[in-house]
T-cell receptor
Framework: DQQVKQNSPSLSVQEGRISILNCDYTNSMFDYFLWYKKYPAEGPTFLISISSIKDKNEDGRFTVFLNKSAKHLSLHIVPSQPGDSAVYFCAAILLNTPLVFGKGTRLSVIA | DSGVTQTPKHLITATGQRVTLRCSPRSGDLSVYWYQQSLDQGLQFLIQYYNGEERAKGNILERFSAQQFPDLHSELNLSSLELGDSALYFC??????????????FGSGTRLTVV
């Protein structure tokens, strides 16, 4: 039972364009959401997060949007750069329980 | 270097064997989490320890066990290994055991191959 779903296993985007990675969740009690980025042979690293009381959080080229009614969040990367090529994991947290992760989306930014 | 150290980086072993994966958390972090990433699967939570005590348990098989020692390093023991146990095993650490710190710092993982 996947509580956090990333339905697109992969995404290819031209350098300089916008990358949009999507994530859906089923548990309406989740109150904090995070995005992690993973390069090959490395562990995931924290990228950006958003509280359930907000609908947008921005950090440089990265913006996360949260639509609670749709139980949907998205990560926008503008402009996309070749160094952004990685696997992106969406994660959610409920109260004091450990992070629940999606399966990840592999982003390829083509120069 | 994230500050979380996992050893070994690679491990190849036969079915039926037992292995131990080791994790040293980032300095100052009290919580340790173990996650498994199998092919085409996301990061599946296995178990969490906070300051030596088990705090939460996820989809961890009975053949697997873990512990956190007084120096806060943790070990994940996998026994009676099966081919399906082949996966990347990640350890992560955080300052607290609860909401006070959402950010986990991950190690680079141990790739286990069971043949």
């Amino acid at each position: 039972d996947q509580q956090v779903k990333q339905n697109s296993p992969s995404l290819s985007v031209q350098e300089g364009r916008i990358s949009i990675l999507n994530c859906d969740y089923t548990n309406s009690m989740f109150d904090y959401f995070l995005w992690y980025k993973k390069y090959p042979a490395e562990g995931p690293t924290f990228l950006i997060s958003i509280s359930s009381i907000k609908d947008k959080n921005e950090d440089g080229r990265f913006t996360v949007f949260l639509n609670k009614s749709a139980k949907h969040l998205s990560l926008h990367i503008v402009p996309s750069q070749p160094g952004d090529s990685a696997v992106y994991f969406c994660a959610a947290i409920l109260l004091n329980t450990p992070l629940v992760f999606g399966k990840g989306t592999r982003l390829s930014v083509i120069a | 270097d994230s500050g979380v150290t996992q050893t070994p980086k690679h491990l190849i072993t036969a079915t039926g064997q037992r292995v131990t994966l080791r994790c040293s958390p980032r300095s100052g972090d009290l919580s340790v989490y173990w996650y498994q990433q199998s092919l085409d699967q996301g990061l599946q939570f296995l178990i969490q320890y906070y300051n030596g005590e088990e705090r939460a348990k996820g989809n961890i098989l009975e053949r697997f066990s873990a512990q956190q020692f007084p120096d806060l390093h943790s070990e994940l023991n996998l026994s009676s290994l099966e081919l399906g146990d082949s996966a990347l095993y990640f350890c992560a650490s955080s300052v607290g055991g609860s909401r006070q710190n959402y950010g986990y710092t991950f190690g680079s993982g141990t790739r286990l191959t069971v043949v």
